[in-house]
């Protein structure tokens, strides 16, 4: 049996019919009720990923936030600490959610990818299929208001668009299966390669404050 087998046996037994849903079952068929049960879910994901990295990076923040961000994938520093967005972007993430009047401890952060890709190559198509289903099941259990995605991978894999961010940021949306408004605005480490954007994610966090507010 290939990989792509192992792992779609793997999801057919956790009771995954459908992608687009985020009806995902713990290994004793009883549906996912908490995080915990999704990390210990995800941790059991038969992929090869998760042999070149040191860790598991699945999310942190607030559980209960009302605005979740959502990464591509952990990057070199990620994968030793095991947290998301702790290298450089993080600390530009950091300043970013201080400049509308947050941090850490009431937003909450994941990636599409619980795992550092070889060489911090971009998600495959396939990989972000497959833990597309996690990530529903991971923005339904924390319920937040608002869902950020970060750059062009992480809106592509939650919107299932083809459109690219240029053409996407700041733009608010909804899509079915999650409850969340959706805004997409630039990946840190496009702003820390692109300076000039800069001004550009501070409307879309304008924005996002602004939902806040309003919410
Ligand atoms: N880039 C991401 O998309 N996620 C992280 O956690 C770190 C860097």
Known sequence: MNELEKVIEWFVEAGVSDITSNEIRTSSKKEITSLTE????????????????????????????????LGEAPGAEEDKQGIPFVGQSGQLLDKILAAIGLDRTEVYITNILPWRPPGNRTPTNQEIELFRPYVLKHIALVNPKI????GGTATKALLQTSQGIMQLRGKWTRIEGVNAKIIPTFHPAYLLR?????????IDFLSVKQEMIQE
Do not use: H, T
């Open 194 to 202: 692109s300076p000039s954007q800069k001004k550009e994610a501070w």
């Open 147 to 150: 869902v950020v995605c970060l």
């Open 38 to 69: 999704l990390r210990e879910a995800v941790s059991k994901i038969p992929i090869s990923l998760k042999d070149c990295a040191l860790n598991m990076v699945f999310g942190v923040g607030n559980p209960n936030a009302d605005i979740l961000l």
